[in-house]
């Protein structure tokens, strides 16, 4: 069990050098083994799967350049990570232009739902939260889906976002303490209404 994991980790540091190399094939099985990872984290941060997979494909794109950068002082897949962190900013505010349009869009029954009453509870539920979010800066935004919906330490979202610790966990007091605002207003307001 022991010897499986040298071979393992000697087997990725030769990935990794062939991705750096430039090797397409290479950067295809670095896409196979950390896409999945990627696009979840991109989809938890932008909101949206169209902006999610193109933040992927640039990630992915960047790869055999910024590997040049990696030094093992983290996994592969946290310095991944790490890249679409830093090129998320302009899929993070078109993301927002695109929920804020269609807010002012009606979204038309589902006629196959079961539930009708279930369906238009989750998605209240969704746009709440999306919109929560949107009250968020990137930064705060961004160390809130690590921390409490990825459910990483402070450690990792500091590796990851390349920032102290204590800035993490500042960044999340404040994003808690603003979606935590948001929803008291929001059910001030919906209490007030009935």
């Known amino acids: ?10 087997a990725l540091e030769a990935l990794l050098d062939r991705v750096r190399a430039g090797e397409g ?4 099985e670095l896409y196979d083994r950390f896409h999945g990872k990627v696009y979840a984290f991109a ?11 193109d933040l992927v494909q640039e990630v992915f794109l960047a790869a055999p350049k910024a590997l040049g950068n990696f030094r093992g002082d983290s996994s592969v897949e946290t310095f991944l990570l790490s890249i679409a962190v830093h090129r998320a900013q302009n899929h993070v505010r078109s993301a927002m232009r ?7 869009v009606a979204l038309e029954p589902q006629r196959d739902i ?15 939260l999306r919109r929560a979010l949107d009250t968020l800066s990137l930064e705060h935004q961004t160390v ?8 990483r330490t ?4 500091a590796a990851l976002l390349s920032i102290p610790e204590a800035t993490v966990r500042t960044r999340l007091f404040y994003a808690r303490k603003k979606l935590r605002a948001f929803f ?7 209490g007030g209404a009935r």
């Open 144 to 151: 809130f889906i690590l921390c409490d919906v990825e459910e």
């Open 1 to 10: 069990m022991t010897s499986a994991q040298p071979s393992a980790q000697s």
């Open 184 to 190: 008291e207003d929001h059910a001030r307001h919906e």
């Open 114 to 128: 079961e539930d009708p009453e279930q369906h238009l509870a989750r998605v209240e539920l969704r746009e709440r």
């Open 25 to 28: 094939r290479a950067v295809a």
């Open 98 to 104: 695109r929920r804020k349009m269609l807010d002012r």
């Open 154 to 157: 402070s450690v990792e979202a």
């Open 43 to 53: 989809r938890r941060l932008t909101g949206d799967d169209q902006a999610a997979w």
